[in-house]
């Protein structure tokens, strides 16, 4: 079955890069996003890859995808506090619409 | 502002009982999920309407149910509450036929079962 697995906890200092990863299982994933939600908030896309692609870039954020390892990562470039969210790495399969997401990522900026 | 809408924000009732969750999806979108979010499981997808009809099914109990009516906006019947359904309910929408599919989710309903 699929299965979307990130590291649970990140905290980074204000200036910094974050890396946040990801891996997942299902090998017919065409499309891989990145979600950011903040407290109390629902979530809301940040970028997304899809599965012929090795890289992408947009502004602060580049996500990188190693199709052979299912492993998927997003840097986010010159950390802010306001950058602080718990973060969801998800996929989609060609077969249907539905994100299968991983646990997120609780990344804090400390100033 | 996603332009998804979702009432009520905050829903606390007791086990045994039934509730009705109600999403509005952004002007023009045809497609509805439901996903649900607990500490435990994480998110988890239940069900996708689109236009109307049941699109995908995920991990949704029998107990609960979905609708998507001709205006597209969809509720969520969950009944024989039990502890364990409390949790935040989001509501997503998006335009089926563009690539990547971006969904748009709403702000969510926090679901309380004492």
């Known amino acids: 079955g699929e299965d979307v697995e990130q590291s649970l906890f990140l905290s980074v200092r204000e200036g910094d890069s974050s890396v946040i990863n990801c891996t997942y299982t299902?090998?017919?994933?065409?499309?891989l996003y990145w979600y950011k939600q903040e407290p109390g908030a629902g979530l809301q896309l940040l970028t997304y890859?899809?599965?012929?692609?090795d890289m992408k870039q947009d502004q602060r954020l580049t996500v990188l995808l190693n199709k052979k390892d299912k492993h998927l990562s997003l840097r986010i470039a010159d950390t802010q506090t306001g950058d602080s969210a718990i973060y969801f790495c998800?996929?989609?399969?060609?077969?249907?619409?539905?994100?299968?997401f991983g646990k997120g990522t609780l990344l804090t900026v400390n100033p | 502002d996603s332009g998804v809408t979702q009432t009520p924000k905050h829903l606390i009732t007791a086990t045994g009982q039934r509730v009705t969750l109600r999403c509005s999806p952004r002007?023009?979108?045809?497609?509805v999920y439901w996903y649900q979010q607990s500490l435990d499981q994480g998110l988890q997808f239940l069900i996708q309407?689109?236009?109307?009809?049941?699109?995908a099914k995920g991990n949704i109990l029998e107990r609960f149910s979905a609708q998507q009516f001709p205006d597209l906006h969809s509720e969520l019947n969950l009944s024989s509450l039990e502890l364990g359904d409390s949790a935040l309910y989001f509501c997503?929408?998006?335009?089926?036929?563009?690539?990547?599919?971006?969904?748009?989710f709403g702000p969510g309903t926090r679901l309380t079962v004492l």
């Open positions: 299902d090998s017919s994933s065409t499309y």
């Open positions: 890859i899809f599965s012929n692609m």
């Open positions: 002007s023009g979108d045809l497609s």
């Open positions: 309407y689109y236009n109307g009809e049941e699109r």
């Open positions: 998800a996929e989609t399969a060609s077969s249907n619409y539905k994100l299968t």
């Open positions: 997503a929408s998006s335009v089926e036929g563009v690539v990547y599919n971006e969904q748009f």
